[in-house]
């Protein structure tokens, strides 16, 4: 019905006749003449209708916000001195000749104009509308840019679009299954995916050397703020590719795409051991665009009777790190002690600091609550070891390693934000020589990635050590985010037989949940390794916004449901017969909803 | 780790080390040498280990077949008269100086060279074996050449891939949808898409202007051939363009398909009205291969005493049709007796037949039972409307009109493979002008397609003869099979409204199943129109097969399992507490089992 989108008009067009359909984003009546600005996917163009032209004025003349009108007239230049240089269609003008109203519109809940600070329940209750708006189109259109160049990237290289089962059975991942009870198989239950792991190994296995997939996965967890129940994954499986071949590709892949849809170039991604980024992180996916690092101070304060120090710095499992805030001593004790709430919230008892404001006096050009406990001697050597500098706050955990990686790393993260500290953009990374295994509170060991992952070492010496054994994993981290993960697999069955062992998974459990790939393995499975990216988080990255509900067109809310269509919702008796259940209404669980 | 794929190499390669890794197809020893066929995706190379070099050569008799094999060596010409040219390698051979065994492999249950005839089962079971084979490596290459082409041609035209969530609602296709309980919101149920046909128009709403998804679908039905639980889908939606825009675009991209992925040249397709397609084919989807057409004969037929004939001829909803088939004088009495059968699945009562065998001498040259009750002088007229001449079979068909199209429509299919009296190889064509809906059994008007396709007529028009209202539907047909179907859809409140209340759908069921459409269609819905192709059966077309398991990594069986992965599996007791359903376990139905 157009000859033209309303937002790629400019001065080359000058003097066609253009028609254009789209919406009406504002209208103004100006020196009895109409103004219409005309919003169509690629940007918004200005209409001008003039009382001589009776029917196309009438026509515009009733028309409201958001009516859908399809408009024939001419381009031509702005008059002098209304010119409009944040638009791109800000010189040119078209003169309405022609008008038809395609459809009305009610006048909408929310402005499509500009930021709204409407709440986002209204935003994704009316998400028709709220999708009309310019930053939210933009970022979906760079969504489709990413998916596009992706694949347009994994074709060139050969890799193959293999579809996989979404009714399937529990995947290995260990999070909760979203579950779809069989109608013909009474009793029986599908399981959503969340990945196609063991399908992708498979095809590894069927020779089929290389493959991708951009697929949906599900994990019915309680959600966080970038989670969904369910989420898009770019899923890549090869075949005699070791981790060195596999990171290549995959990080010139994240390179092309950063480069090909916004013009970024994110340069050699460096790799860092997942024991470094601990210890100067305190995190495996390090944002390094902060240039803060946590620093063990635990042979210093092995020595105070500070036993808030003293206990965690002689504990083999304890870990005492100091962070130095260069710029810090400016933080005020509310400020302080809003720092030591968020740290609690990963578990640290307490945030001990020193403020550093004439260090040339040695320990008396120090404030802190705790010199006192740990001495001048040691203080200064603390000092000596940050190279603190007047200006600096110094924070310290001490506690669990783990709970002091994961507040100061948190911590670090967080005052690296409110200083406004990132000395870079962009801060890619990958983060190698994973554990195979960690141990949960009961002492057991876990797989850190999943079963099927790789050691760097051999069946025997897993066996022996498995504790201290790496795996051949590899994570992809942007700016702090986990964007991509993956690792060289098992192909031999002596090493599956190894892993499981020390996972202490019985064979019938094997057989039950893994039958089918220890069966492939068996009939010369070839050497593999795959990574899978979070595509929701890649692209809410590329957008530069922290909310992934921003970069998917119909989320679920934080409680897994959709206000938009309301599901979850009532099924009737006939249908949960059919598929021979029925819902649970314990008196119970009645009283507590 | 390799340098080449074994499929790749040719003379060209000559005198080059090479690297190949994959499996071993065929292993021969042949005058102390031994032969192996090396076979990776892109396919077979043969390989020659002399016993010179030692190590390798006890390598490589210690391989079996199926083992994965990483072998290094030199490209040189095969000797004279051992030239292969049936094989893309079969002028080179590689001398094999280095193996490395990368894996072992037990015998595999079945053949991968060659056709095997084993059970479907059997292959379904080892998916991952049988997928080596070849030929379905071939289909699944296919299938991913065929999306990566549908994306290059949809990104170039300016459609955007937008994602739509797979965990929601009931949508009007009304098929059995498959169910997903909630955990969070108790006793309620996500439903898996059986088409994103809601979300689509949204994004259109919204003012995406041109979207697609390459998407799973799904449908809880029991299944035909042709037919998985879930399957994949081309789903295209665009606004401001209408039938003719749509198919126009479609047509072009599967034109474009065709001729990248296989070199096939499908011409223009012609353009058949439904009433059309009924009646000269007895189908929606005619198969246009095959040059037989069905024939009204109800007028002469009304004279007849035979009741047979004489009552569909009265009746205003029967039909009495004929079908020439040329060469068919030849069929045997059994082969009439089983096409007998045939069209009784389709509930005809029997099927009349004439062989004209000496035309020139009258109805005495033809032999019938049926011709001493029509009476000479009917048999002549209808012979001559037909154009009977020696050698042809003329099959008749009465009843009520709808088994009559079923039955020797789907004879004309079966009669047009069997006599193999197919006239060319490809013959698409777009079926139009359907009806807006079609009776019930119960006198009820129900819609043909979906309650959103818009009717050719005004919303006052439709509620004065919806009977006879046509749509803006159309149906892409190929070779007989449906490959793709879409409308131009109802973008005003009043036309909708006008829809349910023909279909008599009261406005507290128009709330609860569509009420965010009724929404979206009151804040300014474009005009818009949309398509969906099947694409498991397009790539089944492409292919060449009629199963489409075939075309699909890890399809169901007909009972809708997957027998690789033994899905739907039992799910233990604390999963199903979680999302507060129980098993129904009716005595009722416990005895039945």
Redesign the interface.
Known sequence: ??SH?CGELNLSHNGQEVTL???VHRRRDHGGVIFLDM???EGTAQVVIDPDTEEAFALADKARS???L?ITGLVRPRPEGTVNTNMSTGEIEVLGKQVEV?????T?PFQIEGYTDVGEDVRLK???????RPEM?EK??L??KV??AV??FM?GEGF???????????TPEGA?????????????????PQSPQ??KQ??M?????RYYQIV?C?R?EDLRADRQ??F?QIDIET????EAGVMGITEDMVKKVFKQVRDIELGEFPHMPYAEAMSRYGSDKPDLRIPLELVDVADLMASVEFKVFKGPAEDPKGRVAALKVPGGAELSRKQIDDYTKFVSIYGAKGLAWIKVNEIENGANGLQSPIIKFLGDDVTMQIMERLDAKNGDIVFFGADKEKVVNEALGALRCKLGEDLNLYTKEWAPLWVVDFPMFEETDEGKLTALHHPFTAPTCTAEELAANPATALSRAYDMVINGYEVGGGSVRI??EEMQQAVFNVLDIEEEEQREKF??LL??L??????HAGLAFGLDRLVMLICGTDNIREV???P?TQ????V????????DGT???????????DPA?ATS?
Chains 1, 2 share one sequence.
């Not at 068996?522 to 050497?527: H, L, M, R, S, T």
Request: hydrophobic share 35%.
């Open positions: 019905m157009r989108y359909c789209g919406w919003r169509d996917r958001e009516y859908v399809k395609l459809n009305e519109a009610q909408p009316h998400r028709f509308i709220d999708l009309r189109q979906l259109i969504r489709s998916t596009s694949r347009s074709d193959l679009d293999v579809e996989t089962p979404v009714l399937t059975r529990a909760r299954d979203y579950l779809v009870p069989s109608r013909t198989h009474e009793g029986k239950f599908f399981a959503l063991l399908f498979l095809l296995v069927s020779g089929f050397d949906k599900f019915d129940p369910e898009t075949s005699f590719m070791d192909h031999r039958g089918f069966d492939a068996k009939y010369g499975a070839p050497p998917i067109a119909f679920k409680s897994a449901a959709c938009l269509t309301q599901a979850p919702g009532e099924v249908q949960l017969r059919d598929l021979n259940i029925r819902i649970r209404r669980s909803h």
